[in-house]
């Protein structure tokens, strides 16, 4: 009898070590933004951010023809900014971009192998728009988390 509880007892101890939590989405949109001529520019990532993979970041609803700087961030932390906030920060890159006429497309044909999965990239983008509050509107932000 003793043997059959430590069985039981190993087989439910490996059922809880194999179990893991689902991994987290690869894009979740964050919210936020300051509104401009088209409303609040919306950033949208496209791909599952799996090494060699390909994907896009993709800005709508921006002022056409426009300046634009994109933030990158590990982290999340509230700034006000021109009116708003902006939550892509500290940056750990910053990448200056102009819209095209009907927005923005980033795309990458690969992924890459480098990053560690489950790691949080935090992206925003800050465009010059005259029908915004101080002339710049700001995207949502998003959150892009690499996969295995």
């Known amino acids: 009898m003793p043997s059959l509880r430590i069985a039981l007892l190993l087989l439910l101890l490996a059922g809880t070590l194999s179990a893991q939590s689902p991994p987290a989405p690869a894009w979740v949109d964050l919210g936020g933004g300051i509104a401009g001529v088209a409303g609040v520019p919306q950033l949208l990532g496209l791909g599952p951010l799996t090494p060699a993979s390909s994907g896009s970041l993709e800005l709508t609803g921006s002022a056409p023809f426009a300046p634009a700087l994109l933030f990158l961030s590990f982290i999340q932390v509230a700034v006000p900014f021109k009116g708003g906030v902006l939550e892509a920060y500290p940056p750990i890159m910053q990448f200056l971009l ?14 890459p192998d480098a990053l560690p999965p489950d790691l949080s990239l935090y992206f925003q983008v800050a465009l010059l728009d005259g029908a915004a509050i101080k002339g710049v509107a700001l995207s949502n932000l998003l959150l892009g988390t690499t996969q295995p």
């Open 98 to 111: 102009t819209t095209g006429p009907a927005g923005l497309s980033l795309p990458w044909a690969v992924w």
